[in-house]
Structures are given as structure tokens and as C-alpha cells.
């Protein structure tokens, strides 16, 4: 069933067949400017209200927020309509509001670290489901204390976008053109799913490519991202060049840190030599403890030391700082739902 956000213009319009025309107008701006419901839109007339309220239902239902960073950052557990569970985090920083969101109930890319990949793949998510995650924390934000706008928005919750590339296009598009952020300020990381790459690639809009490179060599690619067996170190940076070449937009790398695997001076140097030939900047993310992997991060030291090495083989790096971590809001730690026994990790983690 459609959910509030998942109608185009065009099929609100049909919706309000028989209505005035400035109908029309008056939802969308209600919707997308306000980020009100229907419910709440006192200029529409009651029965029109209720008719709506009823054929276009709000998409997710809290079931937790939680608060942490003193209050700098948020996260929601929703309930779907049929009962899956996906979770969104809203970060303020200084200069800008920045909300991570979901765009599949589970993954089925089954990287080991990450606790979405342990807990497996349960559905894409809708259009719909998508924006109405940017709307909902939109309203939080701006409806605090002090009243924030959300300026950046960064496809990084649970799932794989470019496994559901047409929906998750399809919300970027909604996000740039009518909820009004820039498309510059739209990232959409990626385990590297090579067409996924090519095709937004064709999409004209300006948005930003995250990579998560994690390993620089296809053995120890295979290991940690399990989806480098079909899409190889190879096939990847050659997608990466050729966006590169369509765009001209900078890419990043992203590179959690696992103490003792790809934290080496050896994976320093293939990072380095990968990110100066492709004109990447790269982002440590120091590794979030999950259930179902028993590696620990690289401490915090030696993170700084990597960027350094980094650095000095000329490559660009920074260290992404940590947001929400006593409320597992932290990269790789959204996991729909808690219960959920973490089997025996699918690969087993690497030695020390
Ligand atoms: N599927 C997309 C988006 C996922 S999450 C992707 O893989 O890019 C965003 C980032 O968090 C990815 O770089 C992911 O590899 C990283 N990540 C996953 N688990 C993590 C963990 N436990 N600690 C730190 N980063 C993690």
C-alpha cells in the first residue's frame, strides 16, 4: 500500500480528482514545505482530510527514539506497516544538521563487521519510506531547541542504496526537488555495487559517491565485503574512474578500522596508491563494536597514525568522528531489531 510520501505530484493530483485545482498546491506545499499531515492541514476541508489520513498513511511508526551527545544527535527505531524495523539517526553538528537514513529493512551484502550485514536482508524500502524518514527528522529539528534545518542527508543507515537504486533515485530526487536541499549536500555510500555506480554516473544530479573501500587488495576485499567476489578491486575503481570522469565530482573512500587487519603500514600503502590515482579523499571510521564480530577497532592512536602515513604517501584523510554511540546509533551498529539472535558470524573474523 502507498504510503504519505510515496505519491508523485502527478498521482496526488489524480487522488484529488473532482477536487479544485488549488488542491493540488495546497497538499504539496503542506507535505513537502511544512512537513505537516494531511490531518494538520486546517486549509483542506475535513472530508477531504480524513479521506487522505486514510489512503496515504504515514510509512513509520516510533517505536524508540533515543537521545545522546547532549542532544546533538537522535535515533528513531520505526515500525513498518508490516512490520519490519529500520532506524534513522538525525546528527547536529556547528555547521550543519545531517540525517542518516535507511533504504532496505535489513542488507543481504553480509559484510561480518557490520550489524545490519550480521542480521541479513529483509526488504527495499519504498520511495515513500525514504522521504518520509528525512521529513519526520526534519520536523524534529526544526522544532527544537534551538530550531534547526536538516541540510545534509547521507544514505548510510541500513541496507545497500545501490541495491534498490531505482527507489533510492527516486527519493533523491523528491529530497532535492521538493523538500529543497541540494543535491551537493546528498551522499550515497555504496559497498560497491558496480551498475549501481555506472547509473548514477547518467544521473544528472550533482550528489556525492562514498565508497566503502575497507580493504585495497582483493583477499582481504573478499574477506571483509563479501560482495568484492563479484564486483573486484579491478571492476571498482574502474566504475570509480569513469564516474569520475562524467561528474567530476570528488569521491570518498570509506575505511573502518579493524586493529591488526587492514590498519597495516602494507594497507596504507594500497590505499594511498588507490585514493591518489582516483583523486579520493578517504574517511577512517574508527570500528563500532557489533554483536557478531569479535575484532576489535584499531585504537584510537594508531587511527591517527594511519591518517598520518596517509598523509605522508600523499593521499587525503580525515578521521570520522563518532556520533551516538551508547544509543548504537554508530556506523554499523543500526540493527532493526535487537532480538534478533546474531548467528555465528558468516566469515570468520581475521587473525590478530
Ligand atoms: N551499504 C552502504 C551503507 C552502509 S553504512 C555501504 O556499505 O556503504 C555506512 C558505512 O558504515 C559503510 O562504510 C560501512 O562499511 C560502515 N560500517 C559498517 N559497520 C561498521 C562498524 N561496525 N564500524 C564502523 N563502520 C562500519
Same mark, same amino acid.
Given at each position: ?41 486546517? #486549509? ?18 516510533? *517505536? ?125 555510500? #555504496? ?7 555506472? @547509473? ?63 590498519? @597495516? ?24 563494536? #557489533? ?27 580525515? *578521521? ?14 543500526? @540493527? ?17
Amino acid at each position: 500500500m502507498a504510503t504519505l510520501y510515496d505519491p508523485s505530484r502527478d498521482e496526488l493530483a489524480a487522488l484529488l480528482e473532482g477536487e479544485p485545482r488549488y488542491r493540488l498546491d495546497q497538499l504539496w506545499h503542506g507535505l513537502y514545505e511544512q512537513r505537516s499531515t494531511p490531518a494538520e492541514l486546517t #486549509t483542506l476541508p475535513k472530508a477531504l482530510r480524513t479521506r487522505l489520513d486514510a489512503d496515504l498513511p504515514l510509512a513509520l511508526e516510533p *517505536v524508540t527514539e533515543s537521545v545522546s551527545d547532549d542532544g546533538l544527535t537522535v535515533k528513531w527505531l520505526w515500525k513498518l506497516a508490516d512490520g519490519s524495523q529500520i532506524e534513522t539517526v538525525l546528527m547536529h553538528y556547528p555547521d550543519r544538521s545531517t540525517v542518516c537514513v535507511s533504504t532496505q529493512a535489513g542488507c543481504a551484502m553480509a559484510c561480518g563487521f557490520c550489524a545490519t550485514g550480521q542480521a541479513g536482508f529483509e526488504r527495499n524500502l519504498s520511495v515513500g519510506e525514504i522521504v518520509e524518514q528525512v521529513v519526520r527528522a526534519s520536523r524534529v529539528a526544526a522544532e527544537g531547541e534551538p530550531a534547526r534545518r536538516v541540510s545534509n542527508i547521507v544514505f548510510m543507515g541500513m541496507g545497500e542504496p545501490l541495491a534498490n537504486v531505482d527507489r533510492v533515485l527516486g527519493a533523491v530526487h523528491r529530497i532535492h526537488g521538493d523538500l529543497g536541499l541540494s543535491a551537493r549536500h546528498l551522499t550515497i555510500s #555504496t559497498v560497491g555495487i558496480v551498475p549501481g555506480i555506472n @547509473r548514477l554516473a547518467l544521473e544528472p544530479l550533482p550528489v556525492n559517491l562514498a565508497v566503502s573501500l575497507h580493504a585495497a587488495n582483493d583477499e582481504l576485499r573478499d574477506e571483509l565485503v563479501p560482495i568484492n567476489r563479484r564486483y573486484p578491486l579491478a571492476d571498482l575503481y574502474a566504475a570509480c574512474e569513469a564516474y569520475l570522469t562524467v561528474k567530476n565530482r570528488r569521491i570518498s573512500f570509506e575505511w573502518a578500522m579493524i586493529d591488526g587487519v587492514n590498519d @597495516r603500514a602494507s594497507d596504507a600503502r594500497e590505499l594511498a596508491a588507490a585514493a591518489r590515482s582516483l583523486r579520493a579523499h578517504i574517511n577512517l571510521i574508527p570500528l563500532n563494536a #557489533t554483536p557478531g564480530w569479535p575484532t576489535k577497532g584499531t585504537p584510537a592512536e594508531r587511527v591517527a597514525s594511519f591518517r598520518d602515513q596517509l598523509e605522508d604517501l600523499g593521499a587525503n584523510a580525515t *578521521v570520522r568522528a563518532n556520533r551516538g554511540n551508547e544509543i548504537d546509533a554508530a556506523c554499523g551498529q543500526l @540493527r532493526a531489531n535487537q532480538e534478533i539472535a546474531v548467528a555465528a558470524p558468516r566469515r570468520r573474523a581475521l587473525p590478530h
